[in-house]
């Protein structure tokens, strides 16, 4: 018995901002899928022009972002932007 599952069009895909991490230059979303992966997304020019490569979408922002995430979760605490002025 052959299963047939039909594939989702990435055009309608939804998705659900999980986080944003700001740096000098950068933005970084941590995003949820509605097929529920989760994706990290970054507005600099090599994630920009990853298309051909099979690997998951990766930059030195995405891995300080995820850094940064982590330590979050670890201590349960949210980290503020250097630059703000009390």
């Known amino acids: 018995?052959?299963?047939?599952?039909?594939?989702?069009?990435?055009?309608n895909t939804q998705?659900?901002?999980l986080g944003t991490y700001s740096f000098?230059?950068?933005?970084?979303?941590?995003?949820l899928t509605e097929d529920d992966r989760i994706?990290?997304?970054?507005?600099?020019?090599?994630?920009q022009r990853w298309t051909s490569h099979k690997e998951p979408l990766w930059c030195k922002h995405?891995?300080?972002?995820?850094?940064?995430?982590?330590i979050e979760r670890f201590t349960r605490r949210v980290g503020?932007?250097?630059?703000l002025e009390h």
Do not use: G, Y
Not at 1 to 11: D, G, I, V
Not at 62 to 70: D, E, L
Not at 80 to 83: A, I, M, T, V
């Open 1 to 11: 018995m052959a299963l047939r599952f039909r594939r989702r069009s990435k055009s």
């Open 15 to 17: 998705v659900e901002v």
């Open 24 to 31: 000098p230059t950068r933005t970084v979303k941590v995003v």
């Open 39 to 47: 994706q990290w997304i970054c507005d600099c020019e090599k994630f």
């Open 62 to 70: 995405i891995a300080k972002a995820a850094a940064r995430r982590s």
């Open 80 to 83: 503020l932007p250097r630059n």
